[in-house]
C-alpha cells in the first residue's frame, strides 16, 4: 500500500496535483492548513482513499485536529502538529518530545504533523515520524515543495520524503539539511 502524506498547502493544489498525476497512491493523508485543497483533490481523484485533519489555519474546516488510522497491522496518528511544543509545533531537536510520547501512550507506531513547513524525518525508539514539509509551490520560503511517501507492506514499512517538482527521493542528508537550495 502507498500512501502520500501532504501537510501545508495553503490554497495551493498544484504540488498535490503534480505528484498524483504521477504515480497515484492508494491513500492520502493530509495533515492540515489545506483542508479545504485535500477535500478538492479528493474530487478531482474520488477512487483514493483521503485522510484530512484541520491545522490552525483551516479554521471554518469541520473536521477533528488529530486521527488515528489503523491499517496492515500499523497505528498511524496524524495532526497538524500546532498543538505541541507550546504551539511552535514540532521540530527536529524536539522530536523524542510529547509528539511520541503521545502517539506512543495510544498504541502508534507512524506519526504524521505538519505546521513548520520543513521536511523532516526520524525513527525513533520504534516510532516514525514524519513532517512532510509544505507541497505548495506558490508559497514563497527558502525550501523546497515536498511531500511524503509511506510504502506498507508485508512486514515492512518504507518511508520517504520527495520532491514535489521533481518527484525525486530526497535523501536524509537533503532533509537534515532542511531542503535550503
Known sequence: MRIFVFSDTH????GMDLVISRAAPDMIIHCGDGADDA????????NIEMYIVRGNSDKYFDVEQEKYLHIMGHTIYYTHGDTFNHGKGVTRSDSESEIVRYARQHGADIVLHGHTHIAM????NGVYLMNPGSASLKKPNDYRPSF???????GNVIVKILSVEVFEILTPVQVAQNFMQ
Open 121 to 124: 524525518f526520524s525513527f525513533e
Open 39 to 46: 477535500a478538492e483533490i479528493h474530487q478531482k481523484y474520488p
Open 148 to 154: 511524503g511517501c509511506i510504502e506498507l507492506f508485508e
Open 11 to 14: 490554497g495551493d493544489t498544484t
